[in-house]
T-cell receptor, first 112, second 113 residues
């Protein structure tokens, strides 16, 4: 089974800083990888989906990279804002294709 | 429109009650999913429907009964639940099964008393 690990578990940064969230996965035969944001008590908002053939995807201030050979993905957030405070979840599709295997998330706090 | 809707937002039920959760999407997606999420844990897959047929049941107890009456609707029927079943129940959909981007609803917060 695909195991997904996210480091750090929690992160606090001052507003304006650029930051990187890390995600690692055990099975390099990954299909796709998806990053989500979850606000407390809410559902998941899809941020970026990286296809296995891609190395990165960008959306606004967010950039996600994928390195299958090392089993790693990173989510880069530029010029962080207090509104970015949330839990960020990384989820990898195994090659079976149907199951999203989630990491435990990184809880981000951006302070004014 | 990339919206998945879920009703109700909150549900409190006793262990002898029967209730249902509802999920709806109008994106033309043919794969729909139920997840369970406990506090401070990641979502765990429960069921997957593909073209209105149950494809995956992740060994979920029979007190949870899914139903997909049409391509836009997904229900989760609940009966004789236990307090440990209290959680956030999330519905998601994707174009088809197979690594497509999944879109999640806001969830139903279920409390079993």
């Amino acid at each position: 089974k695909q195991e997904v690990t996210q480091i750090p578990a929690a992160l606090s940064v001052p507003e304006g800083e650029n930051l990187v969230l890390n995600c690692s996965f055990t099975d390099s035969a990954i299909y796709n990888l998806q990053w989500f944001r979850q606000d407390p008590g809410k559902g998941l908002t899809s941020l970026l989906l990286i296809q296995s053939s891609q190395r990165e995807q960008t959306s606004g201030r967010l950039n996600a990279s994928l390195d299958k050979s090392s089993g790693r993905s990173t989510l880069y957030i530029a010029a962080s804002q207090p509104g970015d405070s949330a839990t960020y979840l990384c989820a990898a599709y195994s090659n079976s294709g149907y199951a999203l295997n989630f990491g435990k998330g990184t809880s981000l706090l951006v302070t004014p | 429109d990339t919206e998945v809707t879920q009703t109700p937002k909150h549900l409190v039920m006793g262990m002898t009650n029967k209730k249902s959760l509802k999920c709806e999407q109008h994106m033309g997606h043919r794969a729909m999913y139920w997840y369970k999420q406990k506090a401070k844990k990641p979502p765990e897959l429960m069921f997957v429907y593909s073209y209105e047929k149950l494809s995956i049941n992740e060994s979920v107890p029979s007190r949870f009964s899914p139903e997909c009456p049409n391509s836009s609707l997904l229900n989760l029927h609940l009966h004789a639940l236990q307090p440990e079943d209290s959680a956030l129940y999330l519905c998601a959909s994707s174009h088809v099964i197979g690594g497509n981007e999944q879109y999640f609803g806001p969830g139903t917060r279920l409390t079993v008393t």
